[in-house]
């Protein structure tokens, strides 16, 4: 977070932006933990506090600055090809903004007026579009119809006064801009906080990603997906939410892929308070652990945190708990190649003879959109052939890389139960990175934690007051030590 920080003064420095203004940066507004320019009553992080309402915090992805121009609040978005740091080690291609993805956070209070200016670093035309937003048709950034598309190297400055309240995101309207990477937080806060008070407010965006192994590019055409992440990361990379037993939480989850996600959380009952549209009315709320945040919606949910524990929060779905998944994992991993997809000229239908769904063709399409591999591994859902259940054939020397070293523990004649393997080479202590995950916000957890960590999953920890100021006083550190180096590594 540092380093983005850092990248984003020096590109908005670069371009002269903020020469005669103070930078707000993520970290600074997060310190005072207030809504800047205004001032908050009460003692600060006190449960009792009114107010104005606390800064909403989006793990891993940083706030965007603003300066004021006279009363209006101005805002700087660059559109442009971000690295992006999936989990340790995997650096994947995406589009987003202000190095990015998904974007910076912007936060303003009901009533603001704000200036955005757009930047489009990209090699080709993009558009901006506000979700939901109540704003003059000239402004909502629909490409075609309310303005030209924004061309590589231009800029379009939106400016309107905003007078709604909730969750809110800004994206691309353009399809596959959309499944690259190019989408961002807009949280509308109210005046007043709303009552009951959350202590703790925080923002994820769920995406995913279809990156073939040794490829660093998503094919934004995929019908599936192998790369599930909360903020641009999959677990265990993750920062988790850190909370104090007895807080009042409020998550607010937005969603823009190809799939919808029943998201879950461990320990509590939560109630869902808004949507895209806004606050919902109190009466109805409902409780509940699991929520479906489908596509192009937000929801809010909020709860009590009075159960202390690390406590899971993910996609249900059980694809969407996984990394990494190719046609060469799991079950997939220990028989020989069959055919799978067809190239993408025969995948999207233009097939020279016979019928899509004939004997040939059938089977492949079937899988897909066959824009993928041409050959697959079969299922192993049936008993493999006897032998030592710890050889893989394509992989005789498992590669640790960093990894806790050991191997899963198998039974002896595991070949010769239908559907082994399942999760044994996919899951446990094999697959543990605690050491390349290591932040303050993960002190403390159980050893081996991160081997069971994967896709759409982070933790949210309540945590009682000495282990909460502990995290805080080591995220302390760790800030002050990487403001002095500029360039630290993600
Ligand atoms: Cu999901």
């Known amino acids: 977070m540092s380093s983005r920080r850092g990248f984003l003064q020096n590109v908005l420095a670069g371009a002269g932006f903020f020469t005669s203004a103070k930078i707000l940066s993520a970290q600074d507004m997060q310190m005072s933990g207030d809504m800047p320019g205004t001032n908050r009553k009460g003692k600060k992080g006190s449960i009792q506090d009114h107010g104005s309402p606390v800064l909403a915090e989006t793990p891993d992805v940083p706030n965007l600055p603003f300066r004021m121009d006279g009363n209006v609040k101005e805002f700087h978005l660059i559109a442009e090809p971000v690295k992006q740091e999936i989990v340790p080690g995997r650096i994947v291609d995406l589009w987003g903004y202000n190095g990015s993805a998904p974007g910076p956070t912007i936060q303003v209070t009901r009533g603001d007026r704000v200036r955005i200016i757009v930047d489009n670093h990209l090699p080709e035309a993009t558009s901006m579009h506000w979700h939901g ?50 989408i961002g937080a807009f949280v509308m806060h109210p005046k007043e906080t709303y009552k009951p008070r959350v202590d703790k407010d925080f923002v994820i965006i769920l995406q995913e990603y279809a990156i073939l192994p040794n490829i660093t590019v998503p094919n934004s055409m995929n019908m599936e997906f192998n790369w599930l992440t909360f903020n641009g990361k ?51 709320w409902g409780p509940g652990n699991t929520v479906l945040v489908g596509v192009a919606q937000s929801r ?12 899971m929060l993910h996609c249900h779905l059980p694809h969407h708990m996984m990394n990494q998944m190719s046609s060469m994992v799991g079950p997939m991993s220990r028989r020989n190649g069959m055919p799978a997809g067809l ?3 025969r995948g999207m239908g233009m097939l020279r003879q016979g019928s899509a769904t004939s004997q040939e063709n059938g089977p492949s399409l079937g899988r897909g959109l066959g824009v993928g591999s041409t050959a697959e591994q079969t299922m192993s859902n049936s008993p493999l052939k006897a032998g030592n259940p710890m050889q893989r054939q394509d992989m005789p020397d498992m590669p640790q890389q960093g990894m806790r070293m050991g191997k899963p523990e198998v039974s002896k004649d595991a070949n010769s139960v239908p559907g082994f393997p399942q999760d044994a080479f996919m899951e446990g ?57 500029h360039h630290s590594v993600v």
Not at 155 to 165: A, P
Not at 300 to 311: C, I, K
Not at 467 to 479: F, G, S, T, V
Request: no cysteine.
């Open 234 to 284: 999959s677990g265990p990379a993750n920062t988790p939410l850190i909370v104090r037993q007895g807080e009042r939480v409020r998550i607010r989850l937005i969603n823009l892929g190809m799939d919808h996600h029943p998201i879950h959380l461990h320990g509590h009952q939560f109630v869902v308070t808004g949507t895209e549209g806004g606050r919902q009315p109190e009466s109805t």
């Open 133 to 182: 937003f109540e704003i003059p048709v000239e402004m909502d950034g629909a490409p075609g119809s309310s303005q030209e598309p924004i061309p590589p190297g231009g800029r379009f400055v939106y400016e309107f006064t905003l007078s709604q309240e909730g969750t809110y995101f800004y994206h691309s309207h353009m399809a596959m801009q959309e499944m690259i990477g190019m």
């Open 300 to 311: 809010d949910v909020e709860f009590v945190a009075n159960n202390p524990g690390d406590w």
């Open 429 to 485: 202590p094999m697959m543990a990175m605690d050491k390349m995950v290591e932040k303050p916000e993960n002190f403390g957890l159980r050893p081996g934690w991160s081997g069971f960590m994967a896709g759409m999953m982070t933790f949210v920890r309540v945590l009682p007051q000495d282990k909460y100021d502990h995290i805080m006083e080591l995220r302390k550190k760790q800030e002050g030590w990487s403001k002095q180096r």
């Open 343 to 345: 190239d993408m000229e």
